[in-house]
């Protein structure tokens, strides 16, 4: 039989590499299968000339030498397994190809080239062909007399299948080619010398029983079926791959190398065992994932017999460590070498034994099942490898005393990829030189992740090697993979800050409406329907309600008022006449059941309750123990006739008219879906902040009409209410039930010459809807609105293609985004037109007095494109919970993410 590595390969270019099992087109990107185990070598004659006859006759003598170079593999149905089967020597088992291109044309050299690495037409595993050389002869030298020989410039390519070859066998290769060319021979001890048959052979029979009870324990309550959150460019749904790669280099400089080189021998460990650990931790940061498992290719080669053999050895080792965040990197260190002494012991169990410890047969395919070591095609856990190799000095081959010498090419470019990941570490003993690559599947990945993926990794080793030793002491968690260009972009994000005038800290919402009243007094302020109400009367019928409070119910500063009123004239009074009176404005629904609404007024204690005639029966059945005083506030205004003639003292409202910023101005309540509802504390400078902030982002401003959509249960219905009156502009306010009517809507809109509507994009898209089935909207626009905002809900583009038909093209669509608890929003978007060409709108940028950072589970910032949980701060946040400051210590923290 094949050898273990032999058949994991031969089985995984069948079936992982297949265009016969590649699926859909449309999923897999499938193109022109390619060769994804090619191993060739590049030289090019640097000085002397060479015999191609003589070259010939060498590779016979290796190929006579090296049984697996003329070795066939082929799968036996009658045995179920692979085989192998040395050939005799033959002149069909190998031929020299000879090319020969334009002087100086190196596209058609590079093509070549390229065509060694990915043509799957040059090896036939069953037919023994698994080695070829190609000669490519420059025409300009093909001149000589003599025709045999290869000189300056001529390429030599020596190509071989990965099921006959690993990275090792090529020094060997080398050494042997030398001696042979050069001695017309090798030396054949046939009786000692074993052949790499007999090496499959032996490993077929040896006691794997230890290794496979410590791969048990090492990999048990391992997830095999979790994906590891990298930045997937394309999410496949089978493991099929095309084998089409590429690789991203990055540039280790001589200091950075010298450092890291130093700090291996100052700790006696090696390169392969730090790096490791580097690989580690970055994988940590960029998946925030503490359970990982990285494949690493093991040489394999464990007994002294076979260190001088060519073939196929290499083993896939899962290093799997469990790593503790709050553990500093020296400590993930210590545990990533005991890991890798352990598994030394152990790293010769073959990958599919390791495999097969966990696989279910029950739930293989009927042809998968009959493969019985082929479990090793699917690689269920392994999505990124780690591969350090200390390069091998044959970068020049010597012949004939130096006289000639062949010098390795520099050919960069990488077409393959065997996994979807790996990071590749060389490090040349003789240079001092350490070169890193991200080699990767272009089926998942883009370039531009990689290189991004690239740029970080090197980050991470110079802030560990470069940058502070101190760093090794702190906590892995704390390590940044935020590039510096990108900690300028968050911080530019977030410069937000908000100049305070010193006289502005005593501006209340009702003072900024107080400044609005004086300076347009007799400008609309409040229209529902056929009724409406200057800035002035407004004024006058809110000191009206707030002296009433004072002198009849005897209210104080910072007690909370409810009001449960219909949609009417009455309710944006109702809500200024409490701020009036530095009280507490807290909403109740008319629709909300009645039990909802005494629970909120029993949060609040609230000994006073805003209604009217619409209102007035909801309560009517409650007890009241007189703790309790129900306000018409319909009625105190239908009395204001009387109450002018008696007079009503002013002078009561001056006492309260110097309260300051941080005093409460309303409390909003969650909806208690998962419990009792949560009251939200909003202070009057974060609300005269946010309001500040709309004005600057052009949202809303003293020209406009705005129409009040959101009930009164919605935080959005103090922005519309609070943010029109108090920058100057005008409210328009719907009647009981009019929402629903999208007639009703849409003609308030059009008659009332709104310009400022706010909606969530549920029922923006039932009004364009309407407005698609009414000739009237299709035949002419709403063209006097300039502002549509929609939040509250998720926000795509199909809402914004189904309301641009009417709507003008000066029409500013915004998404708004922010809970509750950052003072009704926290970002806003402008929405532009390439927006739409993507299902999902951004949330945009913080507004000011807002700032937005997301964060890791440990508190740290993410770098861009990365998922975390966003947290907002600034001047705009709450002041915390209702009667709950165990709620309140959870979601307010203090935090440095700089």
């Known amino acids: 039989p094949a050898s273990y590595a032999q058949e994991r390969f031969w089985f995984d270019e069948q079936i992982r590499f297949s265009s016969n099992n590649s699926g859909s087109q449309s999923e897999n990107k499938v193109r022109h299968q390619i060769a994804i185990y090619n191993i060739p070598y590049f030289y090019k004659i640097e000085n002397g000339c060479m015999s191609i006859k003589k070259l010939i006759h060498t590779l016979n003598v290796l190929i006579h030498k090296h049984s697996i170079l003329r070795t066939l593999l082929n799968y036996s149905d009658e045995m179920k397994c692979l085989k192998q089967t040395i050939l005799p020597i033959s002149s069909n088992i190998f031929k020299l190809q000879i090319s020969h291109i334009t002087e100086n044309d190196e596209h058609q050299l590079n093509q070549k080239l390229l065509e060694e690495q990915i043509s799957n037409d040059y090896f036939k595993l069953n037919q023994g062909l698994v080695f070829r050389c190609h000669v490519i002869r420059r025409e300009s030298n093909v001149n000589y007399n003599d025709d045999d020989l290869l000189v300056k410039g001529d390429i030599i390519i020596f190509n071989f299948h990965h099921c006959a070859f690993d990275g090792v066998s090529f020094e060997i290769f080398v050494n042997d080619f030398i001696f042979a060319y050069e001695n017309n021979k090798l030396d054949l001890n046939n009786e000692m010398l074993i052949n790499y048959i007999d090496y499959s052979q032996y490993e077929r029979q040896m006691d794997m029983s230890n290794a496979q009870q410590y791969w048990r324990k090492l990999l048990n309550n391992y997830d095999r079926n979790k994906e590891l959150q990298l930045p997937y460019d394309y999410r496949l749904s089978t493991q099929i791959r095309t ?44 998946t925030q994932d503490e359970d990982l498992c990285i494949g690493v290719l093991n040489a394999n080669r464990y007994r002294p017999e076979i260190q001088s053999l060519i073939g196929l050895f290499l083993n896939l080792i899962p290093y799997r460590l469990q790593l503790k965040p709050c553990e500093t990197f020296e400590q993930t260190l210590e545990h990533v070498i005991e890991l890798y002494l352990a598994i030394t012991d152990y790293s010769y169990l073959p990958y599919q034994l390791i495999e097969q410890l966990y696989s279910n047969d029950d739930h293989m395919q009927p042809q998968t ?146 400044q609005c009243t004086q300076e347009f007094g007799q400008k609309g302020c409040i229209i529902l329907d056929q ?266 583009s199909k809402t914004i293609k189904l309301l641009l038909p009417f709507l003008t093209s000066k029409c500013k669509f915004f998404n708004l985004y922010g809970p509750a608890e950052a003072t009704l929003s926290a970002t806003c978007h402008l929405i532009q037109i390439e927006d739409l060409e993507n299902h999902s709108i951004p949330i945009g940028y913080p507004f000011v007095g807002s700032s937005c950072y997301i964060l890791d589970d440990y508190l740290q910032p993410v770098e861009i494109n990365r998922v975390g949980e966003m947290f907002i701060g600034g001047s705009c946040l709450f002041q915390g919970y209702l009667n709950r400051p165990d709620l309140t210590e959870q979601a307010l923290i203090n935090i440095s993410v700089h």
């Open 243 to 286: 084998g089409r790669g590429s690789h991203v280099f990055i540039q280790i400089d001589k200091e950075l190398t010298y450092k890291i080189l130093h700090y291996s021998n100052k700790k006696g460990i090696s390169l392969f065992q730090l790096l490791l650990s580097c690989y580690f931790i970055y994988l940590f940061k960029i």
């Open 369 to 514: 099942r009959a493969i019985s070591s082929s479990l090793s095609t699917i690689l269920p856990y392994i999505h990124t490898t780690f591969q350090f190799h200390t390069l091998a000095n044959t970068n020049r081959i010597y012949l004939n005393e130096k006289t000639i010498c062949l010098s390795e090419m520099s050919y960069n470019q990488k077409h393959t990829s065997e996994f979807d990941l790996s990071l590749i570490m060389d490090y040349c003993s003789t240079d001092k030189l350490l070169l890193c690559y991200f080699e990767y599947s272009q089926d998942i990945f883009k370039y531009e992740t990689i290189a991004q993926m690239a740029d970080k990794f090197k980050f991470l080793l110079e802030q560990l090697f470069l940058f502070s030793t101190h760093l090794h002491h702190q906590p892995i968690y704390k390590l940044s993979l935020i590039l510096p260009q990108e900690e300028q972009l968050i911080n530019k994000l977030n410069q937000t800050s908000i100049v305070v005038d010193q006289q502005s800290q005593f501006n209340a919402v009702q003072h900024l409406f107080i």
């Open 531 to 796: 009724q409406c109400l200057t800035y002035s009367e407004v004024l006058y019928y809110v000191q009206l309600v707030s002296v009433q409070l004072i002198e009849k119910y005897n209210v104080r500063p910072q007690q909370v008022i409810c009001q449960c009123l219909e949609r009417s004239i009455e309710m944006p009074i109702g809500i200024l006449s409490i701020l009036m009176n530095n009280c507490i404005y807290c909403s109740l629904n008319l629709n909300d059941p009645l039990a909802r609404c005494l629970t909120l007024i029993d949060e609040t204690q609230s000994k006073h309750i805003f209604i009217h005639s619409f209102t007035k029966d909801k309560f009517i059945q409650v007890k009241n123990d007189n703790t309790v005083q129900f306000i018409n506030v319909e009625q105190i205004i239908n009395d204001s006739c009387y109450i002018y003639n008696n007079m009503f003292d002013y002078n009561l409202l001056s006492n309260v008219i110097t309260n300051i910023d941080n005093d409460i101005a309303f409390v909003l309540f969650t909806s208690g879906s998962t419990g009792i509802p949560k009251g939200i504390l909003i202070s009057h400078k974060n609300t005269r902040i946010r309001i500040k902030s709309y004005i600057e982002a052009d949202i809303i401003n003293k020209n406009d009409i705005v129409i009040q959509a959101a009930q009164c249960s919605f935080d959005v219905h103090l922005e519309d209410i609070l943010g029109s009156i108090s920058c100057g502009a005008q409210l328009v306010l719907l009647h009981s039930n009019g929402l629903l009517d999208l007639d009703y809507f849409s003609n308030t809109i059009r008659n009332n010459y709104v310009t400022h509507v706010d909606v969530v994009p549920e029922y923006a898209n039932r009004l364009a809807e309407f407005w698609q089935n009414n000739l009237l909207y299709k035949t002419k626009q709403l063209d006097t609105i300039r502002c549509f905002i929609l939040g509250g809900e998720h926000m795509n």
